[in-house]
């Protein structure tokens, strides 16, 4: 698991594992954030939960080399990213090839994309003046938000939405679609077939 801030997708996930909804297990949790929650909701569940600093590291390069060798160390069989905001480095995304899998705040392909992340997003969806919104499980590729989408599922932008309301409405179906979607490829059901993903 890679997060940046307070974790509530990693709780999320955290649970369904812990109620057998999921058969796998979270074997590490990594933020490039040293005072990101999502650490701290780790630890408290007995996960392995680490900072790696991209200051530290002094290149962008060097930052994705270190996370790669902490995976792997750690035997991850999938990575998912749940509000984590660097963009994951190519190395990474050669060494997972379809086992990482993001949740964005948006129904891709609208409201994705470089700088489409956290309240920018929800900000502009209110500025466009859409009607739906929702959260989107996709896997990852070297493109920003551009993977094969896994699922989707929407909510309705209301008259009176600020982006704090919106955000609310839609991490709630986020924290729906993310467990699941780990579920899927946890059992072996998702299938790609270019940029198709199958539910077997």
Do not use: W
């Not at 007995?46 to 790669?68: H, R, Y």
């Not at 470089?114 to 920018?120: A, E, I, L, S, V």
């Amino acid at each position: 698991m890679l997060c940046s801030g307070g974790g509530t997708n990693l709780q999320a996930l955290i649970d369904a594992v812990e109620r057998g909804a999921i058969d796998g297990k979270i074997v590490l949790v990594i933020s490039n954030a040293s005072k990101a929650y999502a650490l701290e909701r780790a630890r408290q569940h007995g996960i392995p939960a680490v900072f790696v600093s991209k200051k530290q590291a002094g290149s962008d390069e060097a930052f994705n080399d270190a996370i790669l060798e902490k995976l792997q160390e750690a035997g991850a069989q999938l990575v998912v990213l749940a509000g984590y905001l660097p963009i994951v480095g190519a190395q990474i995304v050669r060494a997972y090839e379809h086992r990482i899998i993001n949740i964005h705040p948006a129904l891709i392909p609208a409201f994705c994309g470089p700088g489409m992340y956290g309240h920018h997003v929800h900000e502009a969806v209110l500025r466009y003046g859409a009607k739906i919104s929702g959260a989107t499980t996709h896997f990852v590729d070297e493109q920003v938000d551009h993977g094969g989408v896994i699922m989707q599922r929407s909510v309705p932008v209301l008259e009176d939405d600020t982006p704090d309301t919106l955000a609310a409405r839609v991490l709630t179906v986020e924290h729906e679609i993310l467990p699941e979607s780990v579920r899927l490829f946890c059992d072996g059901k998702l299938g790609v077939d270019g940029r198709r993903v199958h539910v077997l």
